[in-house]
Structures are given as C-alpha cells and as structure tokens.
C-alpha cells in the first residue's frame, strides 16, 4: 500500500495492496483517463511533484522512469509517498 497526495485537488488518497493507482484516484472521484489499463498506450500519464514511482509500464523510456517526474497510474505503484499533479 501506499499514499498519493493530490497537489491540486488538495486530497490524499491510499492506494491498497492489489488496488490500482487509478482505481483509487476513481474511487476518490478523481477523473483520470484510461485506455489500456496495462501500461502501454501512455494515456494515463501523470505528472510526479515528489516522491519515487515504482515503475510497472512498458511505456516510458530509461531516462523518463529514472528522471522520476511522471508515472502510469494504471499500472505503476510507489515507494512510499507520492505527490502528483492532479
Ligand atoms: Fe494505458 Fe495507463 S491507461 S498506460
């Protein structure tokens, strides 16, 4: 499990083990697009402030994950504490 806080919404949301990260930001009412929900098409995309992503998609390049400054909710956790851009 782990926590992401919402820079702009203002809220926190906790992302369960075996819960994905958009399922929860969607069972907080945040509207996140989705696609593939498998890490591949990019349309999750959204923008880390803070915090290191556990990068679980087959999207971003080498120097996109490690740069550490988006990630893919649909698919992709975090270690620890997260603050993205929504
Ligand atoms: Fe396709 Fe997240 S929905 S990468």
């Keep these: 499990a782990f926590e992401m806080a919402l820079a702009q919404t203002g809220i926190t949301v906790q992302v369960a083990a075996g819960q994905s990260a958009v399922a929860a930001l969607h069972a907080a009412g945040v509207d ?3 696609s ?4 591949v098409c990019g349309t999750c995309l959204t923008r880390v402030l803070e915090g ?11 120097d996109e994950r490690a740069a550490n400054d988006q990630f893919l909710p649909c698919c992709s956790r975090a270690r620890g504490r997260l603050v993205i851009d929504l």
């Design 32 to 34: 996140v697009p989705v």
């Design 36 to 39: 593939c929900e498998q890490g």
């Design 52 to 62: 290191t992503p556990d990068h679980r998609d087959a999207y971003l390049t080498e």
